[in-house]
Nanobody, 123 residues
């Protein structure tokens, strides 16, 4: 049974970079066919896909966030991470990491989820 756990600061100042890590246990992040994603749910809004990294290391990002987003992995630690730069209060959300069988932007296609971490952007 795969388990995912998000970690990182819960408060980030405007214009700074949000950095989160997802630690995966119970399965390697290099196994075909899995994709490892970051998603978020702003208050009062629907959950949205931010981007993903595939088992081969290929990445894909939400177009509206692409210029500010980086997703990368550390296979030695079985972790993958998110960096979102130049944050504003609109980036306040619960952030999730998740695993799916496809490289998709549809949150419903991801089957295994971390518990989520609240990140607030405020000075």
């Amino acid at each position: 049974q795969v388990q995912l756990q998000e970690s990182g600061p819960g408060l980030v100042k405007p214009s700074q970079t949000l950095s989160l890590t997802c630690t995966v246990s119970g399965g390697s992040i290099r196994i075909n066919p899995y994709y490892w994603a970051w998603l978020r749910q702003p208050p009062g809004k629907a959950r949205e896909w931010i981007g993903h990294i595939g088992y081969a290391g290929n990445v894909n990002y939400r177009p509206s966030l692409k210029s500010r987003t980086s997703i990368f992995r550390d296979v030695s630690k079985n972790q993958f991470s998110l960096q979102l730069s130049s944050v504003t209060p609109e980036d306040t959300a619960v952030y999730y990491c998740a695993r799916g069988n496809f490289g998709t932007s549809d949150p419903h296609e991801y089957n295994d989820w971390g518990q989520g971490i609240q990140v607030t952007v405020s000075s």
